[in-house]
């Protein structure tokens, strides 16, 4: 079992309609959760972090934790063009490690 | 503010030849260092860690070597480069220490054995 799995995709929704991408996670000890965005040929850049459960809102982008079933998603809201590029779910530990650990990211294609 | 900085940004380099890739931090102190490789079409695998100068983590047995002269320094090495090093490179930092971190990542190296 991979510590951090995505489904690849592509996810393809249509411009202005919600984006919906999921995460599970196989350490129960992971306390940290982080949505990175990657467009192709381009570094991961964050985009949200999580660290309790429920709901953080940021502009357009919802992140949800639910640590009981070991799952992270982020919302996509009002989905634009620019939106198309890979997401990465990434989880560590707060002490210990200080690993960083990815899932292999789902692609994500807004239609015009 | 902090700053990380990656070079070169693309290298061609022959099978067998040595490597040396370096990874600079700025507008921060005793960060934590990384180094990720993202192979065509895949995740982001670590490669090693650091949490302070001399104090490297390797994460996958093989071909590449990481040391940290200095405090915001970070070099990925080979002495012999295989076909399968080719990949994206990606150096990223966090802050030491401190709960509920983000990562941050360079702009990366491509590089391509031939």
């Known amino acids: 079992q991979k510590e951090v799995e995505q489904n690849s995709g592509p996810l393809s929704v249509p411009e202005g309609a919600i984006a919906s991408l999921n995460c599970t996670y196989s350490d129960r000890v992971s306390q940290s959760f982080f949505w990175y965005r990657q467009y192709s040929g381009k570094s991961p850049e964050l985009i949200m972090s999580?660290?309790?459960?429920g709901d953080k809102e940021d502009g357009r982008f919802t992140a949800q934790l639910n640590k009981a079933s070991q799952y992270v998603s982020l919302l996509i809201r009002d989905s634009q063009p620019s939106d198309s590029a890979t997401y990465l779910c990434a989880v560590s530990r707060t002490s210990g490690t200080y690993k960083y650990i990815f899932g292999t990211g789902t692609r994500l294609k807004v239609l015009a | 503010s902090q700053t990380i900085h990656q070079w070169p940004a693309t290298l061609v380099q022959p099978v067998g030849s040595p490597l040396s890739l370096e990874c600079t931090v700025e507008?921060?102190?005793?960060?934590?260092l990384y180094w990720y490789r993202q192979a065509a079409g895949r995740g982001l695998q670590l490669l090693f860690y650091?949490?302070?100068?001399?104090?490297i983590s390797s994460e996958v047995p093989q071909n590449l070597s990481a040391s940290r002269p200095q405090d915001r320094q970070f070099i990925l090495s080979s002495k012999k480069l295989l076909l399968s090093d080719s990949g994206f490179y990606l150096c990223?930092?966090?802050?030491?220490?401190?709960?509920?971190?983000?990562?941050?990542f360079g702009q990366g190296t491509r590089l391509t054995v031939v």
């Open positions: 650091s949490i302070g100068i001399g104090q």
């Open positions: 999580i660290y309790s459960n």
């Open positions: 990223a930092w966090s802050v030491h220490g401190g709960a509920n971190t983000e990562a941050f």
């Open positions: 507008g921060t102190s005793n960060p934590n």
